[in-house]
């Protein structure tokens, strides 16, 4: 008995210190960003700050407010026409609604720049049209501040989406009656009860997509608008200031761990319950004529210029490329964005595995802190992660390398910086939150009761993992690996500073390409990446749509 109590200790303080070594390894970067504001460094500071700071932070503020505007209009009203009504094409709109999920906000930003740009088809056809010169009319600018916050609202508005329908098909129907006996009409019943009702949800979802607008690198790149991201790029490679880098990456963060603040704090500040244990259908409002007409415009619209107009303007770029759409050089831009995607996907899921069913197992109070901690990771740009990755490991290189020198005389070069261990590091501190998140949901789902039959059975944790666990989560477990493996798929600052020389990706090759002015080019592995999104899109749609408790029970199946 005291041999199998002292193994079952062993095994217990292995697991948690296997835990927090894993979340302290992840959370380097962050500390090491952190950490970098107490390094002086008050030359390259006073340099910003004349020339390019108030740009940084104007503009980054500037963004945040119109993408927030942008996607709050975009995701709220469709999610509340496609739950509660039914008009015509409805049902395709309530996961088409999500496609322009699975675009990049780069690969828009180039196929309108194609579009509507001087020498576009939009303004040549003005010309020709109305017998003008270019100069002699107004058309607002792309390559713009504005031009950047349509682009992100466009392919952001999907997670205020997502998280407001998902708040909607959860809302009780007994408020929405409540409401309509008290002599509220749709709108009031809309405004006055359901909008409150949602608001967590939906400012979890504006802060999502506030994030990623801040994280964004391609976009802003690409219309010259002067970001942090922006910033933080040019002073490390066109200044060569590391330190400085890595201090504005110190306040991009601040930035982000503000909105995961605020939406925590509205989290707890607003919480609702069902006072029932009965679930019923949602009503599902008809709406005819005038009303299905402006419902189904209302939702087509964001699709309209969200997926189908880039989608198709991309197409048609290809095809007069007059090049075969696959080709060598493409095939080994797939092999390695698929190699990578699938590498870090596999990476992200088992490492959530170990966490969160260490986590159970255990239930200490520090192992669900550092898995808190590690899912920060999500708010940090890709970018910063990047900064925060490269110093410790340039460090450890060179001092490895001088170590080496001086012992043996030989030199180890880059052991680790510009390797694919480096870049598949970075992208589970970014990822790895996406992973622990969906597995988590799908671990909470199953009864401590089935852990103790297995146990009493004989099997080991591990055993009941594999032969149990994962067999009645394989749901979660799959969206998990799509999530992650579209997030890596079109992830383009940290791979385009991490990646080793010479090795690109889809995501990489479509920024050079139209950075260089050659849209036609970028056109192939654009689409291709959209083409990979669409489907894990469309599983987590057809997901959502079941996640109301009683769904089995509901006339739409």
Not at 174 to 193: D, K, M, Q, V, Y
Not at 471 to 499: Q, W, Y
Not at 535 to 550: D, F, N, T, Y
Request: net charge positive; with cysteine.
């Amino acid at each position: 008995m005291r041999f199998l109590s002292f193994r079952a200790g062993f095994f217990t303080n292995a697991w948690t210190a296997g835990v927090l070594f894993t979340a302290a390894l992840l959370s380097l970067p962050i500390i090491v960003i952190s950490a970098s504001v107490f390094y002086p460094s008050a030359d390259i500071w006073r340099h910003l700050a004349e020339t390019v700071l108030a740009d940084y932070v104007g503009n980054s503020v500037v963004l945040m407010l119109g993408v927030g505007a942008g996607t709050l209009v975009l995701g709220v009203g469709p999610a509340w026409l496609v739950t509660m009504h039914r008009f015509p094409a409805g049902r395709t709109l309530e996961w088409a609604l999500l496609l322009p999920m699975a675009v990049p906000a780069y690969i828009i930003a180039y196929a309108y720049t194609g579009l509507l740009d001087v020498a576009g088809p939009v303004q040549s056809g003005l010309r020709a049209w109305f017998g003008w010169s270019y100069g002699d009319y107004w058309f607002p600018e792309i390559r713009s501040l504005g031009g950047a916050i349509v682009m992100l609202s466009l392919v952001l508005y999907p997670y205020v989406y997502l998280l407001a329908r998902t708040a909607f098909i959860e809302q009780s129907i007994c408020a929405l009656e409540a409401g309509r006996l008290l002599g509220c009409g749709p709108w009031r019943n809309f405004s006055r009860i359901a909008l409150p009702l949602a608001r967590p949800a939906i400012i979890a979802g504006v802060s999502l997509a506030l994030m990623e607008a801040l994280a964004d690198y391609g976009t802003v790149q690409y219309f010259g608008v002067g970001t942090f991201t922006t910033g933080i790029y040019r002073t490390w490679f066109g200044l060569g200031n590391s330190v400085a880098a890595a201090q504005l990456s110190a306040f991009l963060m601040l930035f982000a761990f503000s909105l995961v603040m605020l939406e925590r704090y509205s989290r707890k500040q607003a919480q609702y319950h069902h006072t029932s244990t009965r679930y019923r259908p949602l009503p599902e409002r008809s709406m005819q004529g005038w009303r299905g007409v402006f419902a189904f415009s209302a939702c087509m619209i964001p699709v309209l210029f969200g997926f189908l107009l880039p989608g198709g303007l991309l197409a048609v770029l290809a095809m007069q490329s007059g090049e075969a759409f696959v080709n060598r050089e493409f095939l080994v831009l797939v092999g390695h964005s698929v190699t990578l995607a699938l590498s870090a996907t596999i990476l992200a899921l088992g490492l959530a595995l170990f966490m969160l069913y260490g986590k159970r197992l255990h239930g200490r109070a520090s192992t669900g802190f550092a898995i808190g901690l590690v899912g920060m990771g999500y708010a940090v740009p890709g970018v910063v992660i990047a900064v925060g990755v490269m110093l410790p490991f340039g460090w450890l290189d060179n001092t490895l390398d001088a170590w080496l020198k001086t012992a043996f005389g030989v030199s180890s070069g880059l052991l680790f910086s510009g390797t694919l261990l480096v870049l598949l590091f970075a992208y589970m501190v970014r990822f790895l939150a996406v992973s622990l998140n969906t597995v988590d949901a799908g671990l909470s789902k199953i009864k401590p009761e089935i852990d103790e039959a297995g146990r009493s059975l004989g099997l080991s944790p591990r055993t009941v993992l594999r032969r149990v666990h994962m067999p009645i989560m394989r749901g979660s477990l799959f969206t998990a690996l799509l999530l992650v493996f579209v997030d890596v798929l079109k992830e383009l600052p940290a791979t385009l500073v991490l990646r080793p020389y010479n090795f690109n990706t889809l995501a990489v090759r479509t920024f050079e390409l139209a950075n260089d002015e050659r849209l036609v080019d970028a056109s192939h592995p654009a689409l291709a990446i959209m083409l990979v999104g669409i489907l894990p899109v469309i599983v987590l749609s057809l997901s959502i749509s079941r996640s109301r408790p009683g769904y089995e029970g509901s006339p739409r199946n």
